[in-house]
């Protein structure tokens, strides 16, 4: 089949693209095959919110899930199973994808339990639990940027397991994920790992930083305030392409290089526009850059395909209008490490949200199949 031309150019770009949705029925029904050949897709993410959808409407479940009641897991196991059985169908479908980039695309991702964020060690062997039930050389175990997820961070990448950092809002969070990674490389050299076989991603979330941003110019209702809307998502992105640039061009980065280290790369996240009155492929187009990843829900990807364009890299030169915009909007009384810290506290109350939903739907549908609801009653459901 024919690759899609816009996304086609923006893989050419040197931007891999990533579906942010993955769901039974899609891997039974050709559905992600079918964007990986047409759609330019390399890669997978999923989060709690994904799958919580996902298992509770998806009849594709049923089958398992009733296999897992017969068995009395708990809900929590139940999950760990159902998530891990679609991972490992993705990352053998994205197989080949891995051997032609070498291990930089053909990824798919799977997060800890949010209940873990400040759970330092809880994360580490949550994370070890993970990659060994997937089982898959391309899989990428998901940690928050957190306090606890950044001690995580070195101790899983020690264990030969793959990073994709999640929940990235503000430049201090980047700095210490990236000081994370090249840590977890050198103790992974002193444990004899090979380098070359570890790949990281910094997910650093765009829409959000918007909307909120967005909601305080809002706020302050002058004109000069309504002039600055819609631009701190890229602004924030481009400076932390900016230390990223200077962190992987270091002498300290260099000695992990020729140890056969891969530089970490950049994944924008949340790149799904919240305000329709944007551009829908504004958080797209806005960031063509060589070696980053692009993660995209579908409706994001649909709209790209079908009216997206690359005009070449988009970073060169925007480094400093970007440190304008936030200087700007300090001298509008709008505090970047405020936004940034209620970004963070706000992402991971929606994930621990999302965690809360997908236990209680897996308790549910565990309960329904033994012919209980959650609390223990009848539920009326047959045998059948």
């Given amino acids: 089949m024919q690759q899609n031309a816009p996304l086609a150019e923006l893989s050419a770009a040197g931007v891999s ?38 298992i ?23 999950i760990d199973a159902l998530t891990v059985a679609d991972v490992r169908a993705a990352c053998d479908l994205l197989e080949p994808v891995w051997q032609r980039t070498e ?14 964020a400040h759970d330092g060690e809880g994360t580490i062997e949550a994370a070890s639990r993970l990659a060994s039930a997937v089982d898959r050389p391309n ?33 201090d969070q980047y700095r210490k994920v990236v000081e994370a990674y090249l840590s977890g490389l050198e103790r992974a050299r002193e444990a004899g790992v090979d380098l070359s076989t570890l790949h990281s991603v910094a997910s650093v979330f765009v829409s959000r930083i918007d909307a909120e941003v967005d909601a305080r110019l809002a706020a302050i209702g002058t004109e000069q305030a309504s002039g600055l809307r819609g631009e701190a998502g890229l602004a924030n992105c481009r400076l932390t392409h900016r230390v990223r640039s200077q962190v ?22 949340s790149t799904g526009t919240k305000d329709p009155s944007y551009p829908d492929t504004m958080y797209v187009t806005g960031l063509v850059t060589p070696d ?14 079908d009216h997206g364009t690359v005009g070449g890299d988009s970073m060169p030169g925007t480094y400093v209008a970007a440190d304008a915009h936030f200087d700007s909007l300090s001298g509008l009384g709008i505090d970047y490490a405020d936004v940034m810290d209620k970004l963070e506290r706000e992402g ?28 223990g009653t009848a539920s009326g459901r047959s045998d059948e």
């Fill in 17 to 54: 693209v990533w579906l942010d949705d993955l769901s039974r029925t899609r891997l039974e029904s050709g559905s992600l095959a079918e964007l990986v050949e047409t759609r330019s897709i390399v890669g997978v993410t999923t989060n709690p919110t994904i799958f919580a959808s996902a």
């Fill in 56 to 78: 509770a409407s998806d009849a594709a479940y049923t089958e398992q899930t009733d296999e897992l009641a017969r068995a009395g897991v708990s809900p929590e196991e139940a």
């Fill in 103 to 116: 291990g930089a695309d053909g990824r798919v991702s799977l997060e800890v339990s949010p209940s873990l």
């Fill in 139 to 171: 899989v990428m175990i998901k940690i928050p940027a957190t306090e606890e997820g950044v001690f995580a961070i070195p101790r899983v990448l020690e264990r030969g397991i793959s990073v994709n950092v999640t929940l990235i809002f503000s430049l």
């Fill in 248 to 269: 992987f061009d270091s002498e300290r980065f260099r000695v992990l290089e020729a140890a056969g280290a891969r530089a970490q790369r950049l994944l924008w996240a």
């Fill in 292 to 305: 980053t990843v692009n993660t995209m829900p579908e409706k994001t990807l649909d709209a790209f395909a």
């Fill in 348 to 375: 991971l109350e929606k994930f621990s949200a999302s965690w809360d939903e997908l236990v209680a739907t897996v308790a549910g549908r565990l309960a329904g199949a033994d012919g209980t609801d959650a609390s």
